[in-house]
């Protein structure tokens, strides 16, 4: 009959024996792992040649420049809007403050006359 999964598991990963040999060799092997796999990340970042490594603080302070930057952006965008409706504003109170102008001088060059 086949093992369950808690024995199959305990097995492979040794977890539940008590033995302290089997435990230092778990030990060895993944010490051995470990460094295999470290410096198999050092040939692959060496390897890679667009990458460059770059110092956490330095990395924060360019995304904290980036978001200031993308706050700037937006409220520079939402100030062309305001100028423009202002822009647009101004040109239509300076129209009809022509066409008034215009009614008032028609106004006065009417002539009056008044009869008591």
């Known amino acids: 009959m086949s093992k369950s999964y808690e024995e199959r ?13 089997t435990s230092s060799e778990v030990t060895n092997k993944n010490t051995e792992h470990d460094e295999q796999v ?5 040939i692959d970042v ?17 995304l904290n420049q980036l978001g200031n930057l993308h706050e700037a952006s937006q409220q520079m965008a939402e100030a062309r ?9 101004a040109e239509f109170l300076r129209e009809k403050l ?6 008032l001088d028609q106004v006065n060059k009417k002539k009056r006359f008044f009869f008591f």
Do not use: C, H, I
């Open 9 to 21: 598991m305990a097995e492979k990963y040794n977890f539940l024996k008590k033995d302290k040999n």
């Open 81 to 89: 809007e305001r100028a423009a409706k202002a822009e647009a504003e």
């Open 38 to 42: 470290s410096n198999d990340e050092v």
């Open 98 to 103: 022509k066409n008034t102008r215009e009614q």
């Open 46 to 62: 060496e390897g890679q040649e667009d990458s460059l490594l770059v110092p956490l603080d330095a990395w924060n302070t360019v």
